[in-house]
């Protein structure tokens, strides 16, 4: 992440909080929740794929369940 713009990163943080509501949605988490850094870095790439943020919420979470 230390290669993004502080734009980016923004859009980074705000794509991940929604990513993380559509996983409380969805039943795969309830808060508080804190990702560790190889699932953070799971999410980051989630992102520069091109998932959005409900993709992203499955593709993490459901294969964990």
Do not use: C
Request: glycine fraction near 4%; hydrophobic fraction near 45%.
């Amino acid at each position: 992440m230390d290669d993004m713009s502080e734009r980016d990163q923004a859009m980074l943080s705000e794509w991940v909080r929604d990513a993380f509501d559509a996983a409380v949605h969805a039943g795969y988490i309830s808060p508080p929740w804190k990702p560790s850094a190889a699932m953070r870095n799971t999410l980051q790439s989630y992102y520069v794929s091109g998932l959005n943020p409900a993709e992203a919420a499955q593709a993490l979470f459901a294969t964990r369940q």
